[in-house]
C-alpha cells in the first residue's frame, strides 16, 4: 500500500499514521539502516550463498563458459572439429618431422637467408642426417661458399634452431656424363686386349 500525505502533512503507512511535517524528506523522518550495515548483511548473504554451492574462498574458480567449443559429446575428443594448423603440428611432432619442416622453409626462402648475390651463384639440393648439400655453379663460387660456411651455419642457426644444421657440403658444378647418351660406348667399352 502506498503512502499518501494527508492535508495536514500526516502520512498513512498501511494503518498507522505517521506525524511528518512537510517539505522534510522520508530519510529524515525514519530510521534508516546505516550503508555500512547494509553493505556488511550483503557480503554475509553472498558468502552464505557461496558456502551453499560448496564454493571455497582462494580456490580458482570453476567458470562456466558461455559459448563453450563444439563437441560431441558430455567431453571434447578427438573426432571434435580442430583447426588445420593444430593438426598439423601435432603430426609434425609426433613424426619427428619439426626439423625437416623448418630446414625446408629455409630452403623455400633461400634468396632470403643466404643473401641476393650467393644464392644467384648455388642453390640447396637435399638435406639428410643433420648435413645440408648445396651445388654452385662454378668452381670460384664453390670454393667461395666453403669460404663462408661457418657464417652460412650461423645464419642457418639463426633461422631452424642450433644442431640442426650442423655441416654444409658444397658441391661445384657437374660435367656431362658420357654413360648414356649419343656419346656412350656399349658393353665394356675399349679395354686393353693383351691378357
Known amino acids: 500500500m502506498r503512502d499518501t500525505p494527508d492535508e495536514d502533512g500526516t502520512t498513512r503507512e498501511g494503518d498507522e499514521e505517521v506525524a511528518r511535517p512537510a517539505g522534510l524528506p522520508v530519510g529524515e523522518v ?6 555500512a550495515q547494509v553493505a556488511r548483511e550483503a557480503l554475509n548473504r553472498a558468502r552464505a550463498a557461496a558456502r551453499a554451492k560448496g564454493i571455497r574462498p ?3 574458480s570453476r567458470r ?3 559459448d563453450p567449443p563444439p563437441s560431441t559429446g558430455a567431453r571434447p575428443g578427438g573426432r571434435d572439429p580442430q583447426t588445420f594448423g593444430a593438426v598439423v603440428q ?3 611432432h609426433e613424426r619427428g618431422w619439426v626439423q625437416d619442416v623448418s630446414v625446408g622453409g629455409v630452403i623455400g626462402r633461400w634468396r632470403e637467408v643466404v643473401g641476393d648475390q650467393v644464392a644467384d651463384h648455388c642453390e640447396p639440393e637435399t638435406f639428410e642426417d643433420k648435413v645440408l648439400v648445396v651445388r654452385a655453379d ?6 667461395q661458399v666453403r669460404l663462408l660456411t661457418p657464417r652460412l651455419l650461423e645464419r642457418l642457426a639463426q633461422e631452424v ?16 656424363s658420357f654413360r648414356r647418351g649419343p656419346k656412350s660406348v656399349r658393353g665394356r667399352g675399349p679395354r686393353d686386349t693383351f691378357g
Open 58 to 60: 582462494g580456490q580458482p
Open 161 to 176: 634452431g642450433e644442431g640442426v644444421v650442423e655441416t654444409v657440403t658444397v658441391l661445384g658444378p657437374t660435367g656431362p
Open 64 to 66: 562456466v563458459l558461455a
Open 30 to 35: 525514519v530510521d534508516l539502516t546505516p550503508p
Open 90 to 92: 601435432r603430426l609434425l
Open 138 to 143: 662454378s668452381t670460384a663460387w664453390a670454393t
